[in-house]
Structures are given as structure tokens and as C-alpha cells.
């Protein structure tokens, strides 16, 4: 129903600068400011991290050699910066969800590039205190956009947030896993037993969070494949 809405309500506007355009998430000149962030190889092979080197190929990082990773792949559109991190920040917190669709579209041709398959689509969930304070789940409406261009179901109702978290925001890494640390369950885990998963979220940092719900998902019998529009990059 809200792709539905969002079809009909929403015109085709870039995810920049909210100019109006005929066809495609971004008009000529955001195109651009978007492929120069664009995540190339040679990066992960697990975790999606791309390497400050641009020598060599496609690898396992030392960090995915060593520690339990709860998830297949991970993998993100773009740095966060610049452009894409602008138009991110006013989709998220200054209440344009107009640039839903364009986003969504983008991270659906990133889906369909690394040809992921999944059964379903699952936002990460928002506990429901952030959620009236922000008015909506800007995970949620990504996943469903890219669900429907998938030909996919999203399921946002199995996987839930059990407790307020802090923003992780201005935390450390040590402080942002603990913080999320048991903070999700699934309501049915038969639902998602040997099912294959596409989990969604619109920014990774330090990737706690969306760990802490592939662990949750995993331990109900699926199989999960990350996908988020942007990541955190050092430089």
C-alpha cells in the first residue's frame, strides 16, 4: 500500500536536488556528484568494506577473517558523503520523503546489479518511541520500494525492536554494540526459518546495529544478505 501511495502521490523528482525529471532517480548533473561515491572494487568480499588501495581484487578482509559474521554478504550503494549523504539527511530527518522513491530506486538497481535473490525484505525496525517522534521508518519505505521492483515480499512486523535504544550517533564502537545488544527479536521464527533475507537499512557506520539483527534473524534459521544505500567510509 505505501509503494501504491507513493506511486501516486509522489511525483518523479531527483534525490538531490528534488528537481523534477522525466525518468530515472537523479537528473543529469546529480548523476554524476552520485557515481563519483559510488562503492567500486576492490573491496570485501563479506563485510562490502572497500579497500583505501584501488590495486588488486576483490578479497576477504583481515576483520571477516577473524570474527563470527552473522550474515553472507553485506553490501552499500555509496559512501556517505557529499550528495548522497545530503539528500540521506534531508529524507531522514527534515521530513522529505518524497526522496523515498528515487533512494528506494537506487538501492533496488543495486540489488538487481549484485543479482540478490531474496524470499524477503526486511527493514531494520525502529523501536516505537523513535518511530512517533520521526512520524516514519525511513527503512521501511526504502525496503518496500525495492521489494516491489524485486517482485518481492517485505515482511516489517516478524523483526522487532524490544527496547528504546540510544542514538548511536556520537558513540563508540565498543558503546554502539552494547548498546544494541539484545535490543531484537523475532516474533515467528518459523516465518523466517530457511528463508533467504535482504536486510535493509539506509546508512551503515560501524554496522552494529544491522549486525545485531542478522545475528537475530540467523538465529531463527534464515539466511541474510545486507544491503544498505550508503556506508561510513574512513578515508
Known amino acids: 500500500m505505501l509503494t501504491a501511495l507513493l506511486d501516486i502521490f509522489f511525483p518523479s523528482v531527483c534525490a538531490v536536488c528534488e528537481k523534477d525529471i522525466a525518468e530515472g532517480p537523479l537528473c543529469e548533473t546529480c548523476s554524476?556528484?552520485?557515481?563519483?561515491?559510488?562503492?567500486?572494487?576492490?573491496?570485501?568480499?563479506?563485510?562490502?568494506?572497500?579497500?583505501?588501495?584501488?590495486?588488486?581484487?576483490?578479497?576477504?578482509?583481515?576483520?571477516?577473517?577473524?570474527?563470527?559474521?552473522?550474515?553472507?554478504?553485506?553490501?552499500?550503494?555509496?559512501?556517505?558523503?557529499?550528495?548522497?549523504?545530503?539528500?540521506?539527511?534531508?529524507?531522514?530527518?527534515?521530513?522529505?520523503?518524497?526522496?523515498?522513491?528515487?533512494?528506494?530506486?537506487?538501492?533496488?538497481?543495486?540489488?538487481?546489479?549484485?543479482?540478490?535473490?531474496?524470499?524477503?525484505?526486511?527493514?531494520?525496525?525502529?523501536?516505537?518511541?523513535?518511530?512517533?517522534?520521526?512520524?516514519?521508518?525511513?527503512?521501511?519505505?526504502?525496503?518496500?520500494?525495492?521489494?516491489?521492483?524485486?517482485?518481492?515480499k517485505t515482511d516489517c512486523s516478524n523483526l522487532k525492536r524490544t527496547r528504546p535504544t540510544l542514538p548511536q550517533i556520537g558513540l563508540k564502537h565498543e558503546e554502539r554494540a552494547e548498546n544494541v545488544a539484545g535490543a531484537f527479536k523475532v516474533i515467528n521464527s518459523l516465518a523466517f526459518k530457511n528463508k533467504n533475507i535482504l536486510l535493509i537499512d539506509d546508512v551503515l557506520t560501524t554496522g552494529a546495529t544491522i549486525r545485531e539483527c542478522a545475528k537475530t534473524l540467523k538465529k531463527a534459521g534464515a539466511e541474510v544478505n545486507i544491503l544498505t544505500l550508503a556506508r561510513a567510509v574512513k578515508s
Open 32 to 152: 554524476v556528484a552520485f557515481d563519483s561515491k559510488k562503492i567500486r572494487s576492490p573491496l570485501c568480499l563479506k563485510c562490502g568494506d572497500p579497500f583505501i588501495s584501488i590495486e588488486g581484487s576483490d578479497r576477504t578482509c583481515g576483520k571477516c577473517l577473524t570474527a563470527k559474521i552473522p550474515f553472507n554478504v553485506a553490501r552499500s550503494g555509496f559512501i556517505y558523503d557529499g550528495a548522497v549523504a545530503e539528500s540521506i539527511h534531508r529524507f531522514k530527518y527534515n521530513g522529505k520523503v518524497i526522496l523515498a522513491y528515487p533512494l528506494g530506486a537506487l538501492m533496488a538497481s543495486c540489488a538487481e546489479a549484485l543479482q540478490l535473490k531474496p524470499d524477503v525484505v526486511v527493514p531494520v525496525p525502529l523501536h516505537i518511541e523513535r518511530l512517533k517522534a520521526r512520524g516514519f521508518n525511513q527503512s521501511l519505505m526504502l525496503a518496500k520500494i525495492l521489494a516491489k521492483r524485486l517482485g518481492v
